[in-house]
């Protein structure tokens, strides 16, 4: 049995089943195969800077090494944060109950990349009641999410539409808005460009 998100309102568990919404399952997909002169298949491979390993796919998530290009066991690595600290690890989100209490306006939700939509489905004798929770709240319920244990979090957002239940996860974007206090009058021409014509800068001989 698939694992289950607990969702927690006023001390009261809504475990609900999860299922990502998938743009192949939309929309289907395609799959480019490329085949040799003899009808086989090819496999993508990564060579190394030398020339001489041949890397097969997925090789290079087998292996660390570090600045010296040494060997580096992945059990002597350690996350840290921006500050050089050990960075905590965070459980899943299915080992522990998520409480349904932060909420957020819908700017700050659009203030987000969104990377991931799952579809939310609670049994049918309490599906009623998270509904009911999601809609009559003012604001848009958001918590941390981890699909498995991990140091950094994504945000998660709960939203409601037609009786289905949304899940969005993804991370708040960095761009900044850059705009001009006063808008330039495009009508004004400059004093200085009053008896300016193309010609004078224009050699024809050049032509």
């Known amino acids: 049995m698939a694992k289950q998100l607990i969702f927690q ?31 086989k298949e090819c496999i993508r491979v990564d060579i190394d800077e030398t020339g001489s390993f041949i890397i097969p796919k997925g090789g290079k998530a087998l292996g660390a090494i ?25 459980p899943s989100s299915f080992d522990v ?21 799952y579809i939310i489905d609670p049994a049918e004798d309490i599906k009623e009641s998270l509904i009911k929770t999601i809609q009559s709240t003012e604001g848009i319920f958001t ?11 994504k945000t998660a957002f709960l939203i409601e539409a037609k009786k289905t239940i949304y ?20 009508n004004v ?8 014509s193309i010609e004078d800068d224009l050699d024809f001989s050049m032509m």
């Open 9 to 39: 309102t006023d001390q009261k568990d809504h475990p609900c089943d999860i299922a990502r919404l998938d743009r192949k399952k939309l929309y289907g997909w395609k799959d480019v195969v490329a085949f040799d002169a003899n009808g």
């Open 66 to 90: 570090d600045m010296n290009g040494r060997w580096v066991e992945k059990s002597d690595l350690i996350a840290v944060d921006l500050d050089g600290a050990p960075a905590e690890l965070s």
């Open 97 to 117: 109950p998520i409480v349904l209490e932060k909420t957020v306006d819908s700017e700050t939700f659009l203030d987000h990349v969104i990377d991931a939509v």
């Open 143 to 153: 918590f941390p999410f981890n699909y498995r244990p991990d140091y950094d979090p």
């Open 167 to 186: 899940m969005l996860v993804g991370t708040a974007s960095t761009f900044e808005f850059i705009g001009l206090e006063q808008m330039a009058d495009l």
């Open 189 to 196: 021409a400059d004093e200085d460009d009053e008896d300016f």
